[in-house]
């Protein structure tokens, strides 16, 4: 098994989950944020961190979000590891549960 961040994470991109996570797994992208799910070894810490809740257990993954999996196993493949917390985007409360958001995902 493994965590999956999803579509409420497009153009919020907090930064919290990263800080802790044991084993480096977070990749970043302009405007989102995955997870490379042959690292993560399930530990859960993120979850918690997560001020929008934008990260899942596969288990737990919406049906209407499996697509997700797939996209963070793509994107962590391309995308730099990201270890440290940084300021999440000035408008970020803005597009927190707004709906549709994988149209603004920036590759």
Known sequence: MTYIVTENCIKCKYTDCVEVCPVDCFHEGPN???IDPEECIDCTLCV???PIDAIYSEDDLPDNMHHFLELNESLSAK????????DAPDDANEWNGKPDK???LER
């Open 32 to 34: 989102f944020l995955v």
């Open 48 to 50: 918690p961190e997560c």
């Open 79 to 86: 995308w730099p590891v990201i270890t440290d917390q940084k």
């Open 102 to 104: 994988l149209q603004y």
